[in-house]
């Protein structure tokens, strides 16, 4: 099927909600996963002076399991909805034990990459690790995803963006939907069909990557709806 762009950011507040209140815990601990495996792989060990950057972070899910999993690195969450970050620095301020080494920042893709801004609001090329979590499938201009990318890493930075993958027909969106979202608050199951509308497909992504000369990084099938575009930067 064709691809339906859906907005870019997620501002209303009742969606905000919906999002922060859902349990992911079983996918973003299936990401957590990955990103150690790919560490492992590449015989990488986050640690102190290590920066890692989570692009279109939300209410902070995969930051936080971040900064738990690699004390001593620096994690910066980066998202330009204010709602979505005020959630964020709601949980980081409950944390316990105290979240430590995790700071959010409004800003968009656009803005990271833009080459007329002066003073960037992150350094770029000092990233030990650029990672995303269901971010691609919301940008109207994707190449942004891989222009932050290659502006904020550091070379030799692992890279792991997670998204949904685009589904054959409208049919084996709802099923997705029906399967994952069964019983989920109607908003949350509407945010989801729209996502699975909105998500590119592997041959896409891979054209993305072409034309962005990321040829160091390979698109992989993840379960039954997500891809992963991982690898590690020369
Ligand atoms: C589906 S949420 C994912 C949140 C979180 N990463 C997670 O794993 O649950 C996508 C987030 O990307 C943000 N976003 C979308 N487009 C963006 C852009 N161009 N610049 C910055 N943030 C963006 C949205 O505001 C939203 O918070």
Redesign the pocket.
């Known amino acids: 099927m064709q691809r339906t762009p859906e907005p870019?950011?997620?501002?209303a507040p009742h969606q905000v909600e919906a999002?922060a209140s859902a349990d992911?815990s079983a996918s973003?601990a299936a990401l957590l996963e990955r990103f150690a495996g790919l560490c492992n792989q590449h015989a990488c060990h986050a640690g102190r002076e290590q920066v890692l950057i989570?692009l279109?972070?939300?209410?902070g899910?995969?930051s936080e399991r971040l900064a738990q999993a690699f004390p001593g690195s620096t994690v910066i969450g980066?998202?330009?909805?204010s709602p979505?970050l005020a959630m964020a620095r709601q949980r980081q301020a409950s944390a316990m034990p105290p979240m430590g080494h995790v700071s959010y920042l409004q800003?968009?893709?656009?803005q990271l990459v833009s080459p007329t801004t002066d003073s960037k609001p992150l350094p770029l090329g000092a990233a030990s690790a650029v990672v995303?979590?269901?971010?691609l499938h919301?940008?109207h201009q994707p190449a942004?995803l891989w222009q932050a990318t290659l502006r904020l890493a550091a070379p030799g930075a692992l890279v792991l963006h997670r998204d949904l993958r685009r589904p054959d027909d409208p049919g084996a969106a709802l099923a997705l939907q029906d399967l994952h979202l069964g019983a989920a608050p109607e908003v949350l199951r509407r945010d989801y069909l729209a996502s699975l509308h909105a998500a590119f497909t592997m041959t896409e992504v891979r054209q993305q990557l072409n034309d962005a000369g990321l040829h160091c990084l390979e698109v992989v099938e993840v379960n039954d709806r997500y891809l992963d575009v991982i690898g590690r930067l020369p």
């Open positions: 870019e950011l997620m501002e999002y992911f973003d989570d279109g972070c939300g209410p899910n995969i980066v998202d330009a909805s979505m800003a968009t893709l656009a995303s979590n269901s971010l919301h940008l942004q």
